[in-house]
């Protein structure tokens, strides 16, 4: 039997697009860590309890490769300081040939390969110096951080643009040199996430979460950025969650939103998002309870009661479906998924008057929906009304258009209503013209619109799309217009 699961919530993934980045206007670029925890002129302890692992050497490629460092730094001329780096670079890379365990020669080919904007070489780099001798982190964190800030300011400057293709790249390329701030792996998230790259979008939002609940955090000096930081946590949280949903990691999801329970345990979306992602991951004997709770409040809107409704109709809790479903119902009485589902559920539970009821409002916004027809007849045949349930019944089988299929889902950088209508047995170059309206979660409109639909013969199907107004989307109907 079928079943329908209601509008797709759109993910709540604004692009973080605060102006740009900056190190502040009295600070090194390196500040934005290094002063945390530090008295006067004394490092951190983290920095202080690094291992020195391999003493840096001097030779001759070292020295003659920080010669051509400083005078890249001194050049007089953007061509003259490129020639300067990569001589530099060609002393280094000769050092690494000739010492490949001085990490040195690697610190100096990762500052060359810096001031030739080859950033990701330089990152390797770094990488390799601060693994052979982790205390270079002084030397290259300050340099990864001024290049993640000029990145991260013309990935702002692309999304201003409306240059999507061109921000993506940025903001890799800064988390490329510098993973620890959260700010370019947000707007990577929020970008990837409209391009229906959830896999990746929810691994941004989660890479968020770990640098904001890792030692970083703790270790900048500056408390407005610090505070900053600290507001995208439960955003990033949320949206990894909505897009582990949506990519059909269910467990994982489930996991997330147990996290975002935890922390905030009366927040009705969350706990109803969390029971959703239990049934769809085979887990509903965990979500029963939830549910159960759920539905004992008092302060739910008409989306939660849905959301409800499917979670406990996935688990075959029919009577609980039926009274979820029917509190939908009661506010948002135009609502065609929840309308369908609490028909359904109530031929389930044999509710036989209501049904004859309910199915009677559905025909109103769902009438070339054939199943709401049997619906209707069945009713009709159990309160003994034979002679209307064949003529119901007759009616469903002989719809002309039928409704295959509808749904809400992304469309682009858009939110569509997308569907099938079959033709069964109407005139070739008939035409159906559908009037569709919206409803927010209170039941008031929110707009409506058409699409007409153009038949060119006989067991044809055609698919149709229309875009949904602004507004808080929950659910809609439509009507067939003469």
Not at 46 to 63: A, C, M, V
Not at 125 to 141: G, K, M, N, S, V
Not at 391 to 420: K, N
Request: hydrophobic share 40%; with cysteine; proline share 4%.
């Amino acid at each position: 039997m079928n079943f329908r699961f209601g509008a797709v919530a759109v993910l709540g993934a604004a692009l973080f697009v605060g102006g740009c980045a900056t190190a502040g206007e009295t600070r090194a670029p390196d500040s934005t860590v290094l002063g945390a925890g530090a008295e006067g002129d004394e490092l951190p302890q983290w920095i202080t309890d690094l291992p020195q692992g391999i003493e840096p050497r001097d030779n001759d490629h070292t020295n003659q490769a920080a010669i051509s460092l400083i005078q890249a730094s001194a050049a007089s001329s953007e061509e003259q300081a490129r020639t300067r780096y990569q001589d530099a670079l060609g002393h280094a890379e000769a050092g690494i040939a000739e010492d490949p365990e001085n990490p040195q020669s690697y610190l100096q080919a990762g500052e060359a390969l810096m001031g030739l904007d080859r950033i990701e070489e330089a990152a390797a780099r770094f990488d390799r110096a601060e693994e052979l001798h982790p205390p270079y982190i002084l030397e290259t964190i300050g340099l990864r951080e001024a290049a993640w800030i000029e990145a991260y300011n013309q990935g702002v400057a692309y999304i201003e643009a409306d240059n999507q293709d061109a921000a993506v790249q940025s903001f890799e390329l800064a988390n490329s040199i510098y993973q620890f701030r959260p700010e370019a792996l947000l707007n990577l998230g929020s970008i990837y996430a409209q391009q229906g790259r959830y896999e990746e979008s929810a691994e941004a939002f989660g890479q968020v979460v770990e640098i904001i609940d890792g030692p970083w955090y703790d270790r900048v000096d500056d408390e407005e950025m610090r505070e900053s930081w600290r507001a995208l946590r439960e955003p990033a949280m949320v949206n990894r969650a909505q897009l582990l949903l949506r990519a059909d990691r269910f467990d994982e999801a489930a996991d997330a939103y147990a996290m975002l329970v935890e922390e905030d345990p009366d927040n009705l979306e969350h706990l109803t998002a969390y029971a959703s992602a239990l049934v769809a991951g085979g887990r509903g004997a965990d979500a029963q309870d939830l549910f159960a709770d759920l539905l004992a409040r008092d302060n739910l809107n008409a989306s939660d009661y849905f959301t409800i409704g499917v979670g406990l109709y996935q688990v075959e809790q029919f009577e609980g479906a039926e009274q979820a479903f029917r509190r939908t119902f009661e506010v948002v009485p135009n609502h065609r998924d929840a309308v369908f589902n609490f028909a359904q559920t109530l031929y389930i539970n044999e509710e036989w008057t209501e049904l004859e009821q309910v199915t009677a409002k559905l025909l109103e916004i769902d009438e070339l929906n054939a199943l709401a027809y049997r619906f209707r007849a069945n009713a009709l045949l159990q309160l003994g009304r034979e002679d209307e349930a064949m003529d119901v019944y007759t009616t469903g089988e002989d719809l002309p258009i039928v409704m295959d299929e509808i749904t809400i889902r992304p469309g682009g950088s858009d939110v569509v209503l997308a569907g099938q209508l079959s033709n069964h047995t109407a005139p070739a170059g008939t035409e159906v013209r559908l009037r569709f309206t919206f409803y927010d979660v209170r039941g008031a409109e929110i707009g409506t619109r058409e699409t007409t639909v153009r038949f060119e013969g006989e067991g044809e199907a055609r698919a149709f799309e229309v875009e949904i107004p602004d507004g808080d989307l929950f659910g809609y109907g439509y009507r067939v217009m003469d």
